[in-house]
């Protein structure tokens, strides 16, 4: 895949997850945020076979009680990060910046896929609220937070470089 097309993700993600720090929106963030519930057919398109149904199965608490996104007023920048599934499997650059996590279940993801992790940020600060877990699929986005906590165990993780763009 074409650096390129990485930074056209890369866009489209600012684009989509600048929404979340805009004032005017901040009383639709829960709408918002529900916009991003996989649909049932998402999660094999996202994990492997051999997981997906575990992957379906833990998210479902997630979604049946999804908590308000921890966005403050002060938080107006933003940091992304994009990889490929295959970077977390290869443990290059990109998947730095994604949290450990990503490595230990790099094997149970559907290849090709798009992987975002990105930080709401003060601008007096230098670290933020991080989250994770956005993919796109296609013509929208889903969002799978820590899929390392929803899938079956995996290897160790080895130690991530904090984020940073």
Same mark, same amino acid.
């Given at each position: 895949? *074409?650096?390129?097309?990485?930074?056209?993700? @890369?866009?489209?993600? *600012?684009?989509?997850?600048? *929404?979340?720090? /805009?004032?005017?929106?901040?009383?639709?963030?829960?709408?918002?945020?529900?916009?991003? *519930?996989?649909? =049932?057919? /998402?999660?094999?398109?996202?994990?492997?076979?051999t997981?997906?149904?575990?992957?379906?199965?833990?998210?479902?608490?997630?979604?049946?009680?999804?908590?308000?996104?921890p966005?403050? /007023?002060?938080?107006? +920048?933003?940091?992304?990060?994009?990889?490929?599934?295959?970077?977390?499997?290869?443990?290059?650059?990109?998947?730095? @910046?994604?949290?450990?996590?990503?490595?230990?279940?790099?094997?149970?993801?559907?290849?090709?896929?798009?992987?975002?992790?990105?930080e709401?940020?003060?601008?007096? +600060?230098?670290?933020?609220?991080?989250? /994770?877990?956005?993919?796109?699929?296609?013509? +929208?986005?889903?969002?799978?937070?820590?899929?390392?906590?929803v899938?079956?165990?995996?290897? =160790?993780?080895?130690?991530?470089? @904090?984020?940073?763009?």
């Open positions: 895949m *074409r650096e390129q097309t990485l930074d056209m993700y @890369h866009q489209e993600a *600012r684009v989509l997850l600048s *929404r979340f720090l /805009d004032p005017a929106l901040a009383a639709t963030r829960m709408d918002m945020a529900q916009a991003l *519930r996989p649909e =049932p057919n /998402d999660y094999a398109r996202v994990f492997l076979p997981v997906a149904e575990a992957a379906r199965t833990g998210y479902s608490v997630l979604w049946e009680n999804l908590p308000p996104w966005v403050r /007023d002060d938080q107006v +920048r933003l940091e992304i990060a994009v990889a490929r599934s295959e970077d977390f499997v290869e443990r290059n650059e990109r998947a730095q @910046h994604f949290p450990g996590g990503y490595l230990s279940i790099a094997s149970q993801l559907q290849p090709g896929q798009i992987w975002v992790c990105w709401f940020i003060a601008p007096s +600060r230098e670290a933020g609220v991080a989250m /994770d877990g956005l993919v796109s699929l296609g013509t +929208r986005w889903a969002w799978f937070p820590k899929p390392w906590k899938l079956p165990s995996a290897p =160790p993780l080895l130690p991530m470089r @904090h984020f940073s763009e």
